[in-house]
Each structure stands twice: as structure tokens, then as C-alpha cells.
């Protein structure tokens, strides 16, 4: 099967290589792994009684090393041999999914009650049974198979967001009290459809996710990417800022270069004050620089309020000058 780009779909097959040395935690990954739907064909268990008494269960994924891992868990950790299928679903996307199945039988309902999804009477637990997670690593481990089972995280070059998603309520409770455990977290709970999702928001949120499940090679991924994303981001917000004040520049020198052009056609440079005629020269010779620039080749330098101010008073003048001219035009027109 050829690997799968996304992101998430990464973060799930470095897991699924990730084996627990200790037989709680591989436990309580396998026990994740099949209580929550993970992939779009339904990764989930589903029981049914049989003659006997017993039942069956299905865990099917499109992901190969997830399978693997969980017909391994099964046969070393439970001592159970399971069957695996390949399925072939949906002929215009071609999805190929794996299914590990177990015939029902009453050892198969001892199977399901070791890993806390169903009751002896063959009834679904809603939720977490505690002692699969009493001890922190036995915590960090459900967690992992919950991903595995039915998370899914958005990449590092799109907005920050991950979930588990459970088929009732009190398991996502149940999950969403399990992150929070952790110190840190602030997983939050939604309803969507069908489905109960439990969600972390933010890139240190996930960032710390990953950690804790053990996706290390991803989180350097991760990390990577959220590096060269705040990079960009800064670059924009610099050259964006850049724009602008090269627009406020522009704008700001197109002013003065026609309140000049006033004063030269009504009264003259001449008119003006030494000081105030040599800015007025110097930004009509540079209309592209910026105040700062202007004093620099002012003899002697001038600093940046220094011009600001002449040009204030050039533009006094020529407020003035308008106001002469308005006010002829006016009394031109009385006389008439």
C-alpha cells in the first residue's frame, strides 16, 4: 500500500511501530484501539450474541502498521489468535481495508471484558474501565490507541487542531477526562452528528499531545513546520508593514510636492525662509524618501521631527494661500 501523505495519517503509522515493554500498557493500547472508530469504514467493535452465548468483533483500518500492531497485541499480549482479511471498499476511491476479526465464542467475550468493552452479558461499557488507566503510562498508552482507533490532527500548515472522536458520550467524557489528567491540557468536548469529539485547539497544545503519545519523529515535523510558518508570518506582517508605510510615504510626499508647487506658482521659493526653501527644494528633487531620509542629506543633517516640522509650516503657507485664493475667487464673484 503506498504511504499515505497527510499528516495525520504519519503520526499514525510512527505509532503503530511504537511497542509497550510493559503488558499494562499494551493493554490498554489494544483495549483504545478497539473501543474508538478511527477511519471512515468503521474501525470499531461490534458485538453479537451467538448460540452459545458468546460474541464476535470486528476491528477493521485502512492502515496496515495499525493492523499489524493490533493482530500482534492480540496474540502476544491476550494469547489470541484473530483472523486477518483484506477488503477492497468503494471502487472509485479503490480504499483497501484491514480487518482483524474474532469468531464468536465464549473466549472471545473474555477477550472483550479484559479489554473493558462490554460487560459478562455481552452489553457495551460506555465508557473507560479504570483500571485499563490507573497508572500514567497505562494513561499515555490509551491514549495512543485512541489516536490510532479515531484521532485525526490537522497539519502544521493549517490551523492548529486535533480530536478523538468516540460513539457516545460518556466514552468521550471519559477521554476528555483522561487528557486533562495531564498537566497542561485543556481538551474540550463537542457533538457532531452522530459523534462525540474530544479536541485540543492551539500548535503547544498538540505539540505536547504528540509528545505524550510518543510521536516524536512527527512532533519534529510538526515543530519544524510551525517554525517556518511563524517565519512567514513574520515576513508578511514585515513586508505588509513595509507596504504600508511606503504607501503613507507616498501619499504624505505627493501632499507636500503640491503645496510646494503652490507656493512656487504664487509667491516663490524665493519667499520662504533659508530653511524652509531647502526642504521645500530637497522633497521636490526626492519625492520617493522618507522624512528620515530627507534630513540626512540636509546640510547639516536634520532629524526626522526637525523636517517634520518645516514641512508643517510649508504646509501653513500654503493652507494660506488657498484660503487668499478662495477667498478672491469669492469676492470676484459678489462683485459680478
Known sequence: MARISSFSAGVKEELARIYPEKACCRLAELAAIARLD??????????????????????????PAVARKVYRLLKDQCAVEAELAVRRQSRL?????????????????????????????????????????KNKCCGRSYLRGAFLGGGSVSGPDSDYHLELTADNERLAQDLMSLVNRFPGFHAKL??????????????DQIADFLTLIGA??????????????????KVNRI?????ANLSKTASASFKQVGQIQLIIDRIGLEALEPSLAEVAR????NPD????????????????SGVNHRLRKITDIADKLREEISTSVGTSGDIK
Open 93 to 133: 476511491k479503490q480504499r483497501t481495508v484491514y480487518q482483524i476479526k474474532r469468531a464468536s465464542s465464549l473466549e472471545t467475550l473474555a477477550l472483550l471484558r479484559t479489554l473493558g468493552a462490554v460487560s459478562s452479558r455481552g452489553h457495551i461499557i460506555p465508557g473507560i474501565k479504570k483500571d485499563l488507566v
Open 216 to 233: 516524536h519523529g512527527s512532533l519534529l515535523e510538526f515543530e519544524n513546520t510551525r517554525v517556518m510558518k511563524g517565519m512567514m508570518n
Open 289 to 304: 524618501i522618507n522624512l528620515k531620509e530627507l534630513g540626512e542629506i540636509m546640510t547639516p543633517p536634520l532629524g526626522k
Open 190 to 203: 463537542a457533538h457532531r452528528k452522530q459523534a462525540y469529539l474530544v479536541y485540543l485547539k492551539g500548535s
Open 239 to 243: 513586508v505588509n508593514c513595509e507596504t
Open 282 to 285: 530637497l522633497r521636490l528633487d
Open 38 to 63: 478511527g477511519t471512515v469504514t468503521g474501525e470499531s467493535i461490534s458485538p453479537h450474541a451467538d448460540a452459545e452465548g458468546g460474541i464476535g468483533f470486528t476491528i477493521a483500518t485502512e492502515y
